[in-house]
DNA sequence: TCGGATCGCCTACAGATGTAATCGAAAGGA
DNA sequence: TCCTTTCGATTACATCTGTAGGCGATCCGA
């Protein structure tokens, strides 16, 4: 269940995302990044390899195939998010927001935003 | 300035960061979580790729070389945190916290502590 | 019906990664 | 002075990633 998306396949599984239909292959490179400057022949190789991941799955139409995520991104993204404040902040969130609190220094949108998430979880 | 490290050269920089003094290839072997199970010569490939990549320097003592972070921890892991909410956040902090909340279900600590983390920056 | 467009599949190939073995030089103990 | 240990450097090799090109089959327009 441990799907591991690589940089270039994640614009792939973006495009079906976003779509929130199943795209045939030529649908997906037009719905690509163009400054990506991929060919569709490299957008064909990602979703091979998706498919092969068990990240996606297709539907034949005819001749072609439909590409439509297997998994949901909220899923995906979760279960990165966990990986990754695991790697570097031993499982704390709070020094994340710490770091990159200082880097970037958080607007007051941003602070706004965490502080009613926050008051949320308490009640 | 943009050093990408693997997950298994990260093992290698924490093992640096953490003794804070430059080590020899068999101290820092030493000092690798066990459960990796690497033989010293994979401790000296991580070594060598690190010092390719520029994110460690040696110093030899005599026939040895004593190695050294040439990053500090918290640069990279800022680097690494404002690429990871970039990727998957469109750089907004909140939908993270959000996400990781609901996941993981933050303590009262967690909490706590991030709203004192805002707190501060508000002042 | 026939030729070009299009499809998915297979192949290619360089660089990164994970995981090591080997090798020549040097150091140190017997 | 040798032999063993130990060092860093070099080489190995499978898998993954980024980026395609080519191939045989099929579809569609002329």
Redesign the interface.
Known sequence: MDVRIS?AE?EVMEALWAAGQPLTAAEVAERIDADRGWTLATVKTMLSRLAAKGALKHREDGRRFLYSPAIKR?DY??H???R??E???GG???P?????????G?D?V??A???A??KE??S
Chains 1, 2 share one sequence.
């Open positions: 940089d994640l909220e993204v979760g990165e998010s966990r990754f404040v790697r570097l902040f704390r969130l709070s994340l927001v710490a770091r990159l609190a200082e880097e970037d958080l007051e941003d602070i935003e965490i502080e998430l926050l979880l308490k």
